[in-house]
C-alpha cells in the first residue's frame, strides 16, 4: 500500500487539467463533478486508456485539499491495512487481484463505507465481467461506472509530444512518427517509452533521432 499526500515521483503528477479529452468529455466532468465522499467511481477499459491516469488526478485531487490517500494494486503487499484518516482509498488493476487481495479489497470497501471514506478502483473490464467474487464486483459496480477507450492517433500523439515539452525533450516529427506508426501506441507504454529514451538520450549524450531511438530499441528492449 502506498499513501499518497503528495505526488508519487519527482515529475509531476498526472492531473485532470492535462488528461486529453478525446471522445470522454461526459465521463471526465461526471469523475471530477463527483461529490466525496459519496458512491464508490469505478473506471474500466483497455490498457494504455488513462484509467491510473485519471485515478492519480483524483488523488492529486484529495492531495491538493489535505487528504491522504490509500493506494492498492496487485502487487501491493499483504496485509492491506485500513487507516480511518484517508480521505479516498483506490484500488487500481482490479481485474488481477487474487483471491487472497480480493479478499483484502472487500474488507477496504466494508471499512471505507463505515467510516465514510471514498472509493475509486479500475479495471479492464466493466464490474459484472471482472473475474472477481461477486460480493466484490457487486460493490465495485454499485456505484458511479464510467469506461474509457484506448485514444486515437490524433490524440496519442498530442500527449507524446505534451509530456516531451514537459521533460524539455526536442522530438523531431519523424521520431513521433515513427514511434506512432511502428510501436505499441498503449498510453502507458508511450510514456515509459519515452522517459526510457529520455534517459538514453542524456546518457548517450545525443539528441534524440530515429537512429538514436532505434540503438535504444536495440540495445533495451521494451518489455511492455
Known sequence: MRQLPLALGVAREPGFDDFVVGGH????AALQGHQMPGAPLFLYGPAGSG????????AGRVAGQGGRCGWFEPATPLPWVFDAGWSLVVIDGAERLDAARQHAAFVLFIEAASHAVQVAAAGRLPPAELPLRDDLRSRLAWG???GLAPLPEA????VFEAEATRRGMALPPEVVDYV????DRNLGALMALLARLDGFSLA???A???PLLKKMLADEPDPV
Do not use: D, I
Not at 155 to 158: L, S, T
Open 144 to 146: 458511479l461506472v464510467l
Open 155 to 158: 490524440a496519442a500523439r498530442a
Open 208 to 210: 534524440v533521432t530515429v
Open 180 to 183: 506512432l506508426t511502428r510501436l
Open 204 to 206: 548517450q549524450r545525443r
Open 25 to 28: 468529455g461526459a465521463t471526465l
Open 51 to 58: 484509467k491510473t491516469h485519471l485515478l492519480r488526478a483524483l
